[in-house]
């Protein structure tokens, strides 16, 4: 029970790998908060989580953000672990991109989570917990995904310097980037439709030294690992889930 009595906000909580995540601190003895844009999946995540709180909250609007933390500050008091989450994809090659676009992918992959952990930290102490979801997009060119690389590679340079600036408040903040992992966000990207997302999945798997997708739940063990104190000597890092992809292949 590595988060008994541990206050935890899973920004993205609704699905996939943040629905993973909050369930898996919960069943390790955390008071679970989570948010996500869908009001049906959220009362879904909540039900499902014994004890967990929803909130209808858009990432992308930091306001919203900030009165989720002020209704976790009313019931709890602070914020031991936050988990920043909340991203969507978004596929397109450089001819096709439109500005619409762009503005809606960095708005929540990397301005949005920038605010949330301005926002959240104000109620964080000693000994607080900062995990959020980066991308292997961030440490490797594939075609057509240009617009999430950037924002995915700008929220890993970001962190890394929050991460310093954290230290002085015994703050750890760490990333852990995913591979091709079989989400309801892979079926999100604005311009795919169904069999291009199969083709997209087939083409991963491919090139997975590990030959296969991963799952949210590996994910989950992967951020509750970075954000338990097993591991309390480590900051600044970005743990690659990615079955061996950037590394290996």
């Given at each position: 029970?590595?988060?008994?009595?541990?206050?935890v906000?899973?920004?993205?909580?609704?699905?996939?790998?943040?629905?993973?995540?909050?369930?898996?601190?919960?069943?390790?003895g955390?008071?679970v908060h989570?948010?996500?844009?869908?009001?049906?999946?959220?009362?879904?995540?909540?039900?499902?989580?014994?004890?967990?709180?929803?909130?209808?909250?858009?990432?992308?609007?930091?306001?919203?953000t900030?009165?989720?933390?002020?209704?976790?500050?009313?019931t709890?008091?602070?914020?031991?672990?936050?988990?920043?989450n909340?991203?969507?994809?978004?596929?397109a090659?450089?001819?096709?991109?439109?500005?619409?676009d762009?503005?809606?992918?960095?708005?929540i992959?990397?301005?949005?989570?920038v605010?949330?952990?301005?926002?959240?930290?104000?109620?964080m102490?000693?000994?607080?917990?900062?995990?959020?979801?980066?991308s292997?997009?961030a440490?490797g060119?594939?075609?057509g995904n240009?617009?999430?690389?950037?924002?995915?590679?700008?929220l890993a340079?970001?962190?890394?310097?929050?991460a310093?600036?954290l230290?002085?408040?015994?703050?750890?903040?760490?990333m852990?980037?995913?591979?091709?992992?079989?989400?309801p966000l892979l079926?999100?990207n604005?311009?795919?439709?169904?069999?291009?997302v199969?083709?997209?999945?087939?083409?991963m798997?491919?090139?997975i030294?590990?030959?296969?997708?991963?799952?949210?739940?590996?994910?989950?063990k992967?951020?509750?690992?970075?954000?338990s104190?097993?591991?309390?000597?480590?900051t600044g890092a970005?743990l690659?889930v990615d079955?061996g992809?950037i590394?290996?292949?």
């Amino acid at each position: 029970m590595r988060f008994k009595d541990k206050v935890v906000l899973v920004l993205g909580g609704n699905s996939g790998m943040g629905l993973a995540s909050a369930q898996a601190f919960a069943a390790e003895g955390a008071r679970v908060h989570l948010t996500g844009r869908n009001q049906q999946t959220i009362d879904a995540a909540v039900a499902a989580i014994p004890g967990s709180t929803g909130y209808a909250a858009d990432i992308a609007d930091p306001a919203a953000t900030e009165r989720v933390v002020q209704q976790v500050e009313q019931t709890d008091g602070r914020i031991d672990v936050l988990y920043i989450n909340a991203g969507v994809g978004g596929f397109a090659p450089l001819e096709a991109i439109t500005e619409q676009d762009w503005d809606f992918v960095h708005a929540i992959n990397l301005r949005g989570c920038v605010f949330a952990l301005q926002k959240a930290v104000r109620i964080m102490g000693e000994g607080g917990a900062v995990v959020v979801t980066g991308s292997i997009g961030a440490h490797g060119p594939l075609e057509g995904n240009g617009t999430y690389a950037a924002a995915k590679a700008g929220l890993a340079m970001a962190m890394k310097v929050f991460a310093k600036e954290l230290l002085p408040r015994k703050i750890r903040l760490n990333m852990v980037s995913p591979g091709p992992i079989d989400t309801p966000l892979l079926h999100r990207n604005p311009g795919m439709g169904p069999e291009d997302v199969e083709k997209l999945k087939e083409m991963m798997i491919q090139n997975i030294p590990m030959h296969r997708m991963g799952t949210s739940d590996e994910v989950a063990k992967a951020v509750l690992f970075l954000a338990s104190d097993d591991a309390s000597f480590i900051t600044g890092a970005d743990l690659l889930v990615d079955g061996g992809l950037i590394e290996l292949g």
